[in-house]
């Protein structure tokens, strides 16, 4: 069957780097996507790795190692606004999305 | 401003009625997707378009249908609406149904008594 695993809930605190992981088990791979969503908002886009390495994005940076089935979202100098839910979605081999529950980042100042 | 509309924001309804959730887009994108989320879960999709004429289903889509007229519209109908159907429902859209980046819409959050 097709999983996604990522913690429940983090905190960090405002200035510090956190690192969120994805471990993803799906029927074929065609790269992997990860969304922010504040409460009560829609999922906004924040990155997307098709080949294993790292992609930097400003403060945002995201990891693949697709041998592995493994991805992380990096944050660097945490701001009160990172808090928010962090949600990794692969996408299989049918080009559908599949969904972790998200990781809630709790930033504390 | 381009993007996803979705109509109504907010809804309550009684058990075995039927509703329309719409969603518009202004973007020309091909692809129109919709998902419920639900406390503790993933987004889970119910049907999806990859372009205007055609639907496809994805993986919870009982007791829900959907129509893709033209390109910019994709309402979702709930026939009978059932309590479990109780959820908040994004809309998104794509350029193409590949790999392209998903842009949701603000959501209609529908509670069914």
């Known amino acids: 069957g097709q999983n996604i695993d990522q913690p429940t809930e983090m905190t960090a605190t405002e200035g510090a780097i956190v690192q969120i992981n994805c471990t993803y088990q799906?029927?074929?791979?065609?790269?992997l996507f990860w969304y922010q969503q504040h409460a009560g908002e829609a999922p906004t886009f924040l990155s997307y790795n098709v080949l294993d390495g790292l992609e930097e994005k400003g403060r945002f940076s995201s990891f693949l190692s697709r041998s592995k089935g493994y991805s992380y979202l990096l944050l660097k100098e945490l701001q009160m606004k990172d808090s928010a839910s962090y949600l990794c979605?692969?996408?299989?081999?049918?080009?559908?999305?599949?969904w972790g529950a998200g990781t809630k980042l709790i930033i504390k100042p | 401003i381009a993007g996803i509309t979705q109509a109504p924001t907010s809804q309550i309804l009684a058990a075995g009625r039927r509703m329309t959730l719409r969603c518009t887009q202004d973007?020309?994108?091909?692809?129109m997707y919709w998902y419920r989320q639900d406390l503790g879960l993933g987004l889970r999709l119910i049907h999806y378009s990859n372009t205007a004429g055609t639907t496809g289903k994805g993986e919870v889509p009982d007791g829900y249908s959907v129509s893709r007229a033209n390109t910019d519209d994709f309402p979702l109908t709930l026939a009978s609406a059932v309590p479990s159907q109780t959820s908040v429902y994004f809309c998104?859209?794509?350029?193409?149904?590949?790999?392209?980046?998903?842009?949701f819409g603000p959501g209609t959050r529908l509670t069914v008594l």
């Open positions: 979605a692969p996408m299989d081999s049918n080009y559908q999305l599949i």
């Open positions: 799906t029927s074929g791979f065609n790269g």
């Open positions: 998104a859209s794509s350029t193409s149904g590949g790999e392209d980046t998903q842009y």
């Open positions: 973007m020309r994108h091909n692809a």
